[in-house]
């Protein structure tokens, strides 16, 4: 039975107090939250989504002041980010406490923090008046939610309450940036685009999981962070991308994930164009329910096209590769 979706802010708080499971909005995408110093709690995230335990988790927070709670150190290049784009879409790594349980954290002596602007979600870090540890509130590897909807359709029998905050305005994940070096480094691309980071820091490492075939991170040891496999946020059915589609290539069962209109006629393909003008903003807000629906439709496969490599087109980019990923070549089309 699913369970019930509402905007209870103060039942899903008392719901995390007492060690349960929440599914709550932010502007990235959907988390699935358990108080984050409730070990037996978080270790019902990674049961509910039959994720593995190498892959952490993210903590959020409510507030700045929350940061000591969870943060050993923080390195002085943190202090910028902080400013500029907390609350926002970006997830810093810090070195630990001793109060955030190992499974948070995969064993590793650092964790991924941010502080969402979603007021729905800040209200709930509030009431709620704990960290609240929260990985996108879907079965591990599977399409990423982005309304409460999304996540009773996965998750609805095995988590005790969704907070209904509308769709996610961002609809990506957030860009996360480790501080645990001398050179500030992106680990995962996201809701906030790296050319902003540096106009802000100045330039950044890059160290994206499955951007080089050829150095793909292990599948089974403990991620840096988390959503750095290889095959991730995967539809069903198979995806192929393209650098440019054409009508060729278009074959009887095949469906369209499109970022703007094209040239010839789809009138024969179910299709999904995310935005009229390739509006980079407005297809990552529309992308994950875009690959849903397709996903839903049962096609024989789902086209695509590679966004322009730059913004949010790097992010998007990024999950198109790893949704596409598998043992074949012919997937990637890299």
Not at 49 to 69: G, M, N, S, W, Y
Not at 98 to 109: E, F, K, N, Q, R
Not at 124 to 148: E, H, W, Y
Request: proline share 7%; hydrophobic share 45%.
């Amino acid at each position: 039975m699913n369970c019930q979706i509402g905007n209870d802010v103060s039942r899903a708080a008392q719901l995390l107090r007492s060690g349960k499971l929440v599914g709550f909005a932010t502007e990235t995408v959907y988390g699935l939250g358990a108080n984050a110093f409730d070990e037996r709690a978080v270790a019902g995230i990674f049961e509910a989504k039959e994720r593995p335990t190498f892959d952490p988790l993210i903590v959020h927070l409510a507030t700045i002041d929350q940061l000591p709670l969870v943060a050993r150190s923080i390195p002085e290049a943190a202090s910028l980010l902080i400013e500029s784009y907390w609350p926002g879409p970006l997830t810093l790594i810090f070195p630990k406490t001793t109060a955030v349980p190992d499974l948070v954290t995969a064993g590793l002596d650092s964790v991924a923090v941010r502080i969402p602007s979603h007021p729905l979600a800040l209200e709930l870090l509030k009431v709620a008046d704990v960290p609240i540890a929260a990985p996108s509130a879907n079965r591990f590897g599977c399409v990423s939610p982005t309304t409460a909807e999304h996540v009773a359709e996965q998750l609805g029998d095995r988590i005790d309450y969704i907070l209904d905050g509308g769709p996610c305005s961002v609809g990506l994940e957030s860009t996360i940036v480790s501080l645990l070096g001398a050179q500030p480094t992106v680990l995962r691309l996201g809701g906030l685009d790296v050319e902003e980071l540096e106009q802000t820091i100045g330039h950044v490492e890059m160290k994206i999981a499955g951007s080089d075939p050829g150095n793909r991170a292990s599948e089974s040891s403990p991620q840096l962070a988390p959503g750095m496999l290889l095959r991730h946020y995967a539809p069903r059915t198979p995806l192929v991308v393209k650098d440019s589609l054409s009508a060729p290539d278009l074959a009887d069962g095949d469906a369209l994930l499109l970022s703007r209109p094209v040239s010839f006629s789809v009138e024969n393909h179910h299709c999904e164009i995310l935005s009229m003008t390739g509006d980079l903003k407005e297809c990552a807000a529309g992308f994950f329910s875009a690959l849903r629906r397709l996903d839903a439709l049962g096609p024989k496969r789902i086209l695509a096209e590679w966004f322009p490599n730059e913004g949010l087109g790097r992010a998007l980019n990024d999950r198109l590769r790893r949704a596409a990923a598998t043992t074949s070549a012919d997937s990637l089309h890299l």
